[in-house]
Nanobody, 115 residues
Framework: QVQFVESGGGLVQAGGALRLSCDAS???????MGWFRQAPGKERENVAG????????DYADSVKGRFIISRDNTKETVFLQMNNLKPEDTALYYC?????????WGQGTQVTVSS
């Protein structure tokens, strides 16, 4: 059983940056991974994905050019560098396999962007 633990969220002003980390109790190096977010009253959405070896990434249009997903398989960690944050980026951010595995959802990390 794999457990994902997200960290790095916080309160930041618009235009600021945060770096999220996703650590796994088990191995995540064998999975394509993604970052997801859910804002209040909205459905959870996939904002970024990365393949197993880290050489292929994709992004939601809303974050393209501002967010960067990366991974360090030696440390079983996935990152999300978020730059030029906007108030509409405010959400609870999760990592999971991509496509997501229901049993692996963690608690998420809250990102709040003030205007």
């Amino acid at each position: 059983q794999v457990q994902f633990v997200e960290s790095g969220g916080g309160l930041v002003q618009a235009g600021g940056a945060l770096r999220l980390s996703c650590d796994a109790s088990g191995r995540l190096s064998g999975f394509a991974m993604g970052w997801f977010r859910q804002a209040p009253g909205k459905e959870r959405e996939n904002v970024a994905g990365i393949n197993v070896n880290g050489l292929s990434t994709d992004y939601a249009d809303s974050v393209k050019g501002r967010f960067i997903i990366s991974r360090d398989n030696t440390k079983e960690t996935v990152f999300l560098q978020m730059n030029n944050l906007k108030p509409e980026d405010t959400a609870l951010y999760y990592c999971n396999t991509n496509p997501p595995t229901w049993a692996y959802w963690g608690q998420g990390t809250q990102v709040t962007v003030s205007s």
